[in-house]
């Protein structure tokens, strides 16, 4: 602030005397504009803050900057583009939905694209369809051996969401058969295509 001593503390240009603190000389300040001594009409008054420029009533003031999000002690920057996060206190890295999207869902060493990378392994190999039941339209990759990272072609079984779902629950001996009937089959075949 303009009126700021080495000391911290604040001396007032209408009169000379020293203030303790920012929001004293501040409501000293405003007083004195208004032509008026009482701290009453200061509720009406409107304040920029002192890192975002915004208006604020006087009363909030204090409290604004001091969760500001351009305040120095709150200052925190985006991981993509750089700017600054206006919810610093939740964000896990960027400013927004865009920003989130290209720094957690993009790379090869994110999850979705070892998904997609599966996906289309899984799919060069097997027949879009599930193996126990045949659904066509929609289809899921299921590894057999619980390793996501193993992503061999008999390891990536086609299933569809319902018979996934029965392979990760207690109904998962109604197709457990059918799944390694499957798995047996296609690698004699695999074998034989060689």
């Not at 964000?91 to 289309?120: I, L, Q, R």
């Not at 599930?130 to 996501?148: A, M, R, S, T, Y």
Request: aromatic residues 12%.
């Amino acid at each position: 602030m303009q009126y700021q001593n080495e000391n911290g503390t604040y001396t007032s240009p209408y009169n000379g005397k020293i203030y303790k603190s920012a929001y004293a000389i501040r409501a000293h300040i405003a007083c004195r504009k208004n032509g008026t001594r009482e701290f009453g009409d200061l509720n009406n008054q409107k304040v920029l803050c002192t890192y975002c420029r915004k208006e604020i009533s006087y009363p909030g003031v204090k409290a604004h900057e001091k969760n500001c999000y351009l305040n120095p002690k709150n200052l925190r920057l985006c991981a993509v583009c750089e700017q600054p996060i206006k919810n610093y206190r939740n964000s896990k890295g960027t400013c927004s939905h865009g920003c989130s999207n290209t720094f957690f869902h993009s790379g090869e060493d994110n999850g979705n694209w070892k998904e997609d990378h599966y996906v289309t392994t899984c799919f060069c190999y097997h027949k879009h369809r599930c193996v126990v039941c045949g659904e066509e339209l929609i289809v899921v990759v299921h590894h057999f051996d619980g390793n996501k990272r193993n992503n061999k072609p008999i390891n990536l079984i086609p299933l569809c969401p319902t018979h996934h779902q029965y392979w990760h629950s207690r109904y998962r001996h109604l197709i457990e058969d059918i799944v390694i009937c499957y798995i047996n089959e296609w690698a004699i075949q695999s074998k034989e295509g060689r």
